[in-house]
């Protein structure tokens, strides 16, 4: 990320316990937004760097596709789609 106010993030870790797993919740500061942003994974071996720089790639395709979505109105193809009836002529 070559135009980032902050170079270097500060990272915090902890362990949390949720219907008996146990997980890994990282808080991210200083990746441009007011509040940190937590991670929560259970993914025990991965390093900071290998999860955050995952989080940014889906984050990217995340908003390309929000994008799509309002500017082709996908929504409206979700919905079902009247058709009429055609008449057989004999």
């Known amino acids: 990320m ?20 146990t997980f890994r ?4 500061r200083d990746l441009g937004h007011a509040e940190p942003t937590i991670l929560l994974t259970n993914d ?7 999860l955050v720089t995952r989080y940014a790639q889906r984050m990217l395709i995340e ?4 994008d799509a979505v309002r500017f082709f109105h996908m929504d409206a193809f979700s919905s079902v789609p009247t058709f009429s009836r055609a008449t057989r002529i004999s």
Do not use: C, D, M, N
């Open 2 to 21: 070559p135009a980032r106010k902050y170079k270097t993030l500060r990272v915090f870790e902890r362990p949390e316990t949720l219907a008996g797993a």
């Open 63 to 66: 908003k390309a596709l929000s």
């Open 44 to 50: 025990p071996h991965s390093t900071h760097v290998k």
């Open 25 to 28: 919740q990282i808080f991210v």
